[in-house]
């Protein structure tokens, strides 16, 4: 009797929440850069992420989401469009035409035509504050936000924020200014949370919440962290001790492989040492020993950073009573390798730079706290979210529902992912099924097959021989799904 009377106050309570809102339930879209799945609630017990395990606790966890591409634009784009796509920049052609379609083109676009007060805060799509100036006035995905901005506080502007160092210093302006190269790829700063720019995020993402309250809204929040420079404030880097921290599983080139495509650019592990300086060295510095135990380092004490500013929103959601009656999501743009094959950075088609986490809130869900092993993809968001609010999505969405996922964990969503890696004169495309990871790279000039790679994805520690010379079969067969 006890239970039952619990379960009906419960259900009673939401169905208020929800009728105050008219029937809707209100979306927090909780975006984070460069997120691989290592995290507390993910099983790394070392990791400290707190309100991102409690948010996992109440929510299902994806264990096997891939996104599109490992780079952050293109991934952002499949996100906010629905279809698969390499474009850095999807939303160009409308933005630049000033003529918006007859049908619905973005995730944004489709709340706020239902009536939703739509407000983008940080990085949603590839730009800082979701615009294209620094004045913050040419909203990168046009006819789909209320409100998209950045918070800059001591920085001149969006990127400078994204960048941002202690006391008002960055490493790039963007918007038409040289990037400055000089800076190191870390730092860990006496200052408070708002000593860099994730702080300044989580403020303003409380502020909306307060405004929102009586509305219905789709709000999304981007966090610049764990990004590179892996900055953050001292307290942060103070949680880990440096030699307590796992090294890569497996830290050699891929073995077997008839080429060094598969690494695709990322074997000089460009991102940190092209476009960063350590301290005392030149460009190109060497990745010592003891310089990946500082960068893992860095890396574990942003995310430490990062979770700490989504806990004031999700804090705050539930201060206001929108935890009764509000969608959750967390989603990652894309993995990052720590030193996984001797890599790092982004830009591959492996699991380390394609598997994101994603963690979806439904409220009143069933089995909270539940891992859904099976294969989903981040074109799923889009339809998903339609689905969850009762909308009505375009029909060229190239994604499904991971409704019935969030209704019972075993289900079986779909059979693969496609990821794609367009860049440097050639192309891959890649197929990740629960037993394998094919990889197919092609010339982009002349359209030949340079290489094929074929990962089995149950070898331990994690896939390292290129099988495809051996399974000339599977090959075949996984060819000609793509």
Request: with cysteine; charged share 25%; net charge negative.
């Amino acid at each position: 009797m006890i239970l039952i009377i619990a379960i009906t106050s419960a259900m009673f309570s939401a169905c208020e929440s929800n009728r105050e809102t008219g029937g809707k339930y209100n979306v927090l879209f909780i975006a984070v850069d460069d997120l691989r799945p290592e995290l507390g609630c993910y099983g790394a017990d070392y990791m400290h992420t707190p309100n991102i395990d409690k948010l996992a606790s109440e929510s299902r966890i994806f264990k096997n989401h891939f996104v599109h591409v490992a780079a952050c634009g293109p991934s952002r784009s499949t996100l906010l469009s629905g279809r698969r796509t390499t474009n850095w920049d999807i939303f160009k052609n409308i933005r630049e035409s000033n003529s918006k379609p007859d049908s619905i083109f973005s995730l944004p676009q489709l709340f706020k035509e239902n009536g939703y007060r739509t407000v983008g805060i940080g990085k949603i799509s590839h730009q800082p504050g979701g615009v294209m100036d620094s004045l913050q006035t040419i909203h990168e995905v046009p006819f789909s936000w209320n409100e998209t901005y950045a918070p800059v506080g001591e920085w001149n502007d969006p990127w400078q924020a994204f960048f941002s160092y202690e006391g008002g210093k960055a490493r790039t302006s963007y918007y038409n200014r040289p990037t400055n190269r000089t800076l190191p790829p870390f730092e860990a700063a006496e200052v408070t949370d708002n000593g860099y720019a994730d702080g300044l995020n989580a403020e303003e993402a409380v502020k909306q919440l307060r405004r929102l309250k009586d509305t219905t809204f789709f709000l999304a929040v981007g966090f610049y962290k764990p990004h590179l420079p892996f900055n953050a404030p001292k307290k942060y880097w103070d949680l880990y001790d440096p030699d307590e921290i796992p090294k890569a599983d497996y830290h050699k080139i891929p073995e077997d492989v008839k080429s060094d495509i598969c690494l695709h650019s990322n074997r000089n592990s460009y991102e940190p040492r092209g476009t960063y300086t350590w301290p005392g060295d030149t460009l190109w510095w060497r990745i010592t020993p003891d310089r990946q135990k500082t960068l893992k380092h860095g890396y574990c004490a942003a995310v430490s950073y990062v979770d700490a500013q989504i806990g004031k929103v999700l804090s705050e959601l539930k201060n206001l009573g929108l935890d009764k009656n509000t969608i959750v999501v967390l989603w990652g743009d894309h993995g990052w390798h720590l030193g996984d094959y001797g890599i790092w950075g982004k830009h591959t088609n492996f699991d380390f730079a394609l598997n994101s986490p994603l963690i979806i809130k439904q409220p009143q869900m069933n089995q909270p706290g539940v891992f859904a092993e099976g294969i989903v993809e981040t074109v799923d968001l889009f339809p998903t979210l339609a689905d969850l609010c009762k909308l009505k999505p375009p029909e060229n969405l190239e994604g499904i529902s991971l409704r019935p996922a969030l209704d019972d964990p075993e289900s079986k969503i779909k059979a693969y992912a496609i990821s794609e890696r367009d860049a440097f004169g050639s192309y891959g495309i890649s197929l990740r099924t629960e037993k394998y990871r094919l990889m197919v790279w092609t010339d982009k000039t002349t359209g030949d097959t340079i290489d094929v790679n074929l990962f089995d994805n149950n070898e331990q520690p994690v896939p390292h021989h290129d099988i495809s010379d051996r399974y000339p079969e599977i090959v075949k067969e996984l060819i000609e799904i793509i």
